[in-house]
């Protein structure tokens, strides 16, 4: 670890660092005499660990300057896993589209490169009753796995979010809240193929509305069925539309006076 040492004081400083007191930290750095104005200097902090001794180590290193005195705390101490900057996720998704009835289910995986067990808690911040977390307290146990189980089971379409948080025994460590969402969207099936020339026009027609036609299809198709004609004058046939009106015959008809012709 590097320890960085800024003057910025507006005259030179002379540093006298006094090194840790204990065998498991050392500091080596190279001696510079006065410091200047905005100059730094590095100190290298090397931490040794007793054999299969997994603690919490503390120690300081100490800076004597010009009328002011700095101490520097030294902390060590074991984690889960040293390998991952985070441990937790922040979000956990159970899915999309799931259907109204069913479990879905998710594991978080808690891996440790550490052989001492630590304690865990979660804490429901923002429960939901169609997301259960299980367990909510116990062991994380060294250089093993352990997993907390999430479970969704949808009882309306609709978006179901929980946030929970989850302490652990380490040393200086902050809470970590999840979210978790799942959506449970109403499925979208398929029109359903239907033969309308097996229903035909008319009560046959009704039948096939009955048994569950799309609605679109049977519009489309009542317009195909005959229509009622509006009371009042009756429908003429062809020959009558035919007919001409009855217009006189003024050749032959002698009301009407003789015919003129040149």
């Given at each position: 670890?590097?320890?960085?040492?800024?003057?910025?004081?507006?005259?030179?400083?002379?540093?006298?660092?006094?090194?840790?007191?204990?065998?498991?930290?050392?500091?080596?750095?190279?001696?510079?005499?006065?410091?200047?104005?905005?100059?730094?200097?590095?100190?290298?902090?090397?931490?040794?660990?007793?054999?299969?001794?997994?603690?919490?180590?503390?120690?300081?290193?100490?800076?004597?300057?010009?009328?002011?005195?700095?101490?520097?705390?030294?902390?060590?101490?074991?984690?889960?896993?040293?390998?991952?900057?985070?441990?937790?996720?922040?979000?956990?998704?159970?899915?999309?589209?799931?259907?109204?009835?069913?479990?879905?289910?998710?594991?978080?995986?808690?891996?440790?490169?550490?052989?001492?067990?630590?304690?865990?808690?979660?804490?429901?911040?923002?429960?939901?009753?169609?997301i259960h977390v299980s367990p909510l307290s116990g062991d994380i146990l060294g250089l093993k796995?352990?997993?907390?189980?999430?479970?969704?089971?949808?009882?309306?379409?609709?978006?179901?979010?929980?946030?929970?948080?989850?302490?652990?025994?380490?040393?200086?460590?902050?809470?970590?809240r999840i979210r978790i969402v799942g959506n449970a969207a109403p499925s979208v099936l398929p029109?359903?193929?239907?033969?309308?020339?097996?229903?035909?026009?008319?009560?046959?027609?009704?039948?096939?509305?009955?048994?569950?036609?799309?609605?679109?299809?049977?519009?489309?198709?009542?317009?195909?069925?005959?229509?009622?004609?509006?009371?009042?004058?009756?429908?003429?046939?062809?020959?009558?539309?035919?007919?001409?009106?009855?217009?006189?015959?003024?050749?032959?008809?002698?009301?009407?006076?003789?015919?003129?012709?040149?």
């Open positions: 670890m590097k320890l960085r040492l800024i003057n910025n004081s507006p005259a030179p400083q002379r540093l006298h660092i006094l090194p840790p007191q204990t065998s498991f930290f050392k500091i080596r750095y190279q001696k510079k005499g006065m410091i200047p104005t905005g100059v730094a200097e590095d100190i290298y902090v090397q931490f040794t660990p007793a054999a299969n001794e997994y603690k919490y180590y503390y120690d300081s290193v100490r800076i004597h300057c010009d009328g002011d005195k700095i101490l520097i705390p030294i902390h060590a101490f074991p984690v889960i896993n040293s390998t991952v900057d985070e441990l937790f996720p922040k979000m956990i998704d159970m899915g999309k589209g799931c259907s109204i009835g069913q479990s879905y289910s998710k594991q978080l995986q808690i891996e440790s490169n550490c052989p001492v067990d630590f304690e865990y808690q979660i804490e429901l911040v923002k429960p939901h009753p169609d796995t352990t997993a907390i189980d999430f479970t969704y089971n949808p009882k309306s379409n609709s978006t179901a979010e929980c946030e929970i948080e989850v302490r652990t025994s380490e040393f200086d460590s902050q809470p970590k029109p359903k193929q239907i033969d309308i020339a097996t229903y035909g026009a008319g009560a046959n027609f009704q039948k096939g509305l009955s048994e569950g036609l799309a609605d679109d299809q049977a519009s489309r198709w009542k317009d195909l069925q005959p229509r009622t004609l509006l009371q009042g004058r009756p429908r003429q046939n062809a020959q009558q539309r035919a007919a001409p009106v009855g217009i006189p015959n003024v050749l032959s008809n002698p009301s009407f006076g003789p015919v003129l012709s040149n």
